[in-house]
């Protein structure tokens, strides 16, 4: 059976490492990066992922708060079917593994180079969303093990074959 984890910062809600509404007063005008909740939807209601879509986020309790209320206020759950159990929060960019482990997650979808590389041997299929030239060059070893992409529309395209 598949399941697959997805970040939620730069990769669900837009903005970038550097100007990430989240950190502001403004985190609820935040914008859904384009077909994200659209993918998500097909992924938990019509793909082999049915059921299994686990929303997997590093930060801290501010921000926490903040995702819990604008996955909310976009009637994300409703609009999904995601069910709000399924959303894991983590402090620390390696604990992202243990969860991945712990909720048998085969794919896995992250902004993040570093966090793939922590998920080599848990998940099989990692994918690097709009990964960012710096960080690709500092962990440059784990990019031949993962798949680039660069929107919802290619990784719904990739997902699509998953069986």
């Known amino acids: 059976m598949v399941a697959i984890g997805v970040d939620i910062g730069n990769v669900i ?10 950190f502001s007063d403004q985190y609820l005008m935040a914008p859904e990066l384009p077909g994200a909740i659209e993918t ?13 879509v686990f929303l997997v986020s590093k930060c801290g309790e501010n921000v926490q ?5 604008w996955l909310a206020g976009r009637k994300f759950y409703e609009v999904t079917g ?14 992202k593994a243990p969860i991945a482990k712990q909720l ?3 794919h896995f979808v992250d902004d993040r180079l570093e966090i ?8 099989a299929s990692r994918f690097l969303f709009r ?19 660069e929107s919802w529309k290619e990784l719904r395209s990739l997902l699509g074959s998953v069986r």
């Open 13 to 22: 809600i837009g903005g970038d490492t550097d100007n990430n509404a989240m």
């Open 40 to 52: 998500i939807a097909w992924l938990n209601q019509r793909s082999p992922f049915r059921g299994r």
């Open 65 to 69: 708060r903040k995702t819990w209320e």
């Open 82 to 95: 995601v069910a709000e159990a399924n959303v894991r929060f983590c402090e620390h960019r390696n604990e």
């Open 104 to 106: 048998a997650l085969t």
């Open 116 to 123: 793939l590389k922590y998920l080599d041997g848990i998940c």
């Open 131 to 149: 990964g960012k030239a710096k960080e690709i060059k500092e962990h440059l070893d784990a990019l031949r093990t993962v798949t680039p992409v």
